[in-house]
T-cell receptor, first 113, second 113 residues
Framework: KAGVTQTPRYLIKTRGQQVTLSCSPI?????VSWYQQTPGQGLQFLFE???????NKGNFPGRFSGRQFSNSRSEMNVSTLELGDSALYLC????????????FGPGTRLTVT | GENVEQHPSTLSVQEGDSAVIKCTYS??????FPWYKQELGKGPQLIID?????GEKKDQRIAVTLNKTAKHFSLHITETQPEDSAVYFC????????????FGTGTKLQVIP
């Protein structure tokens, strides 16, 4: 069974631009969560989607948004990029709603210059 | 909000020795406690988890213990091998009406051959 896939794996953007990251969960998994990982702040929860609805949201500004499609694939968008948005963005999937038994993808390394 | 403290931040052990990593949490509503292993350039991998109705769980060389009264849980790795070298994270998802998950700050484990 294929794992969680994320595209692209690496991305370089300029301040003020926007970016869209994509995540395909494990086949059959219906919940997708997004995380930001930085050396300074560690792993931080962004939001969780289930059945195309955002169920939970972490403490991030409104510039961070996401959505989930009917096939459970998810995208997250960051608008008006700031230097501090440089991070590894991780997607995790789980079978059902909730944050139990999550399986992470390899991440997208975003660099904002 | 939930606070998860993880110790130690770095740990070096000789191959074959045991390693223990401990996490404490603050939210009594937490009822699921996973441990993740993150190797360089990869996303976190779920290696073992425990639920609040169980005191200990073992899977080959790794085990997790939970002390709900003291609000701490620990990862035990026995007979360590060089491939165990990685960063390990604990997490304490909060169940209930508003779900979020807080990760520990990570422990960099180095197994010296």
């Amino acid at each position: 069974k294929a794992g969680v896939t994320q595209t692209p794996r690496y991305l370089i953007k300029t301040r003020g631009q926007q970016v869209t990251l994509s995540c395909s969960p494990i086949s059959g998994h219906r919940s997708v969560s997004w995380y930001q990982q930085t050396p300074g702040q560690g792993l931080q929860f962004l939001f969780e989607y289930f059945s195309e609805t955002q169920r939970n949201k972490g403490n991030f500004p409104g510039r961070f948004s996401g959505r989930q499609f009917s096939n459970s694939r998810s995208e997250m968008n960051v608008s008006t990029l700031e230097l501090g948005d440089s991070a590894l963005y991780l997607c995790a999937s789980s079978l059902e709603a909730g944050l139990d038994e999550q399986y992470f993808g390899p991440g997208t390394r975003l660099t904002v210059t | 909000g939930e606070n998860v403290e993880q110790h130690p931040s770095t740990l070096s052990v000789q191959e074959g020795d045991s390693a223990v990593i401990k996490c404490t949490y603050s939210d009594s509503a937490s009822n699921y406690f996973p441990w993740y292993k993150q190797e360089l350039g990869k996303g976190p991998q779920l290696i073992i988890d425990i639920r609040s109705n169980v005191g200990e769980k073992k899977d080959q060389r790794i085990a997790v213990t939970l002390n709900k009264t003291a609000k701490h849980f620990s990862l035990h790795i026995t007979e360590t091998q060089p491939e165990d070298s990685a960063v390990y994270f604990c997490a304490a998802p909060r169940s209930g009406g508003y779900q979020k998950v807080t990760f520990g700050t990570g422990t960099k484990l180095q197994v010296i051959p």
